[in-house]
């Protein structure tokens, strides 16, 4: 894989034998403002993510990492280059089917939870079904049984503001998994939690994400959770500039046969 740039080295791709491929990008750009403001996000951004994976994306700030996740959930139209996503394209897509295809395929977790205070968590988390036209009663029933599986089965009924941060951010992740996407984009989901929770974090979404064959890009800064990455891609100046293995397959199998996240 090499980047579009001449002045950017080859890019190793630490390739997951095996695996199909669920996310492939290939000479992406993206481009703010025009003229003289113009600034150049991504400079042809080559890169793929497999099934079942958890890959993170890492790299200072301003380098093109949330630009990147933003084009690869469909939330940010690219200006130039090819981006299927679970064989689709968006640029191919009218707004309304591209609406409809990410509210099925793609589940989303931010460092703010976003959660909203009024609401039981349960009804925070059943908001992406009903969103997809769900019934009430079987979005929060799939609700009740996704927070069950976080380990928050008996806090359904509780408002937000009753969890601590790692309560929050489990049901963030629940309410990010209960349409049951394919590819989950989670956007620095550690940054606001100590290192144990974030840590306990971590090891929930492999766990979850092992469970249900999930494709994981994880944009962070928190160089405590790159152990749980099977690949950890580098970003610089709006270039993929290297892609390493990581050790997360080994910290899913120890997670697995501890009950690890439980």
Same mark, same amino acid.
């Given at each position: ?37 113009a600034?150049?996000a ?10 079942g ?30 981006c299927?996503?679970?064989g ?13 295809f ?21 009804e925070?988390?059943s ?6 036209g ?7 029933k ?11 089965g =008996?806090?359904?009924n509780?408002?937000p503001? $009753?969890?601590?941060? @790692?309560?929050?951010?489990? *049901? &963030?992740?629940?309410? !990010? ?56 891609? =580098? ?6 500039? $290297?892609?390493?293995? @990581?050790?997360?397959?080994? *910290? &899913?199998?120890?997670? !697995? ?6």
């Open positions: 894989m090499t980047s579009a740039s001449t002045n950017v080295p080859a890019v190793p791709t630490a390739a997951s034998p095996g695996r199909e491929i669920a996310v492939r990008c290939r000479a992406v750009t993206k481009t703010y403002g025009t003229g003289n403001s600034v150049k991504l400079r042809g951004v080559d890169i793929d993510v497999h099934s994976e958890l890959l993170m994306l890492v790299g200072p700030s301003g380098c093109g990492k949330t630009t990147l996740i933003s084009v690869i959930a469909g939330v940010l139209d690219r200006d130039g280059g090819e299927t996503v679970l689709e394209d968006y640029a191919r897509m009218r707004s309304d089917a591209k609406t409809t990410r509210g099925r395929n793609v589940g989303f977790v931010f460092q703010a939870f976003n959660l909203i205070p009024t609401l039981t968590i349960a925070n988390v908001v992406p079904m009903l969103i997809n769900s019934p009430r009663t079987a979005a929060m799939a609700a009740k049984d996704m927070l069950a599986q976080v380990g928050l =008996e806090r359904v509780d408002i503001s $009753r969890l601590s941060g @790692g309560q929050q951010q489990r *049901v &963030a992740i629940a309410r !990010a998994l209960v349409h049951q996407p394919r590819l989950l984009v989670c956007d620095e989901p550690t940054s606001a939690l100590d290192h144990v929770t974030g840590q306990k974090v971590m090891e929930l979404l492999r766990q979850v994400a092992s469970a249900h064959e999930l494709s994981l890009v994880v944009v962070t800064h928190d160089q405590r959770i790159f152990e749980f990455a099977d690949r950890i891609a =580098e970003m610089d100046d709006g270039h993929i500039m $290297r892609i390493t293995a @990581g050790s997360g397959h080994k *910290v &899913a199998a120890h997670g !697995a046969a501890t009950g690890a996240g439980r």
